[in-house]
């Protein structure tokens, strides 16, 4: 399951940059590096198994399956989801939730939620050209941040790039 992960996470770097190259827009070459390090250090399968996580597999598979479904309904776009709000609707407990995000994710609660959203409208300004006319504001807004600047620092943390300069390079 961890693998499919990893791949899909390639495919998406792949194709983000696929994309640039496609506009026939370069990227500048420190952001070049930083797919390429987005990628080198992603955990391998190993690397994770020799985690001690100290919950019943069986729980933990309960758990990633409703994160899944929970990533699919796209429910992390709304701004009340918290560690404890999403752990009540997936039937677990905040501590567990947090460790297997941690575990299999790679990332805190704060963190993995944030990177969703950022993918989420990554995805809609490839794939829907109107929202790259959109404010920042509305995008972060639209995506469930609290403000512009959080909605800023975010998408800089995650890319490496302020979401200005990244629509820019349409």
Not at 19 to 25: D, M, V
Not at 111 to 139: D, G
Request: glycine share 2%.
């Amino acid at each position: 399951m961890f693998k499919k992960r990893i791949n899909s996470l390639e495919r998406y770097l792949v194709l983000t940059i696929w994309f640039f190259i496609r506009k026939n827009k370069r990227l500048p070459h420190s952001e070049c590096q930083n797919f390429s390090s987005q990628l080198e250090n992603i955990p391998d399968e190993k690397e994770i198994s020799e985690k001690n996580l100290l919950i019943n597999s069986i729980t933990v598979n309960n758990i990633l399956q409703k994160l899944e479904k929970f990533e699919s309904s796209k429910k992390f776009l709304r701004k009340d989801v918290n560690l404890t709000a999403l752990a009540n609707r997936l039937d677990t407990n905040p501590r567990y939730l947090s460790e297997i995000i941690k575990h299999y994710k790679g990332k805190n609660y704060s963190n993995y939620i944030n990177s969703l959203r950022i993918h989420h409208i990554i995805e809609k300004l490839h794939v829907e050209p109107i929202y790259r006319e959109y404010k920042i504001t509305y995008l972060a807004e639209y995506c469930g941040f609290a403000s512009r600047e959080v909605f800023a620092a975010a998408f800089k943390k995650e890319l490496g790039v302020t979401p200005s300069h990244f629509i820019s390079q349409f």
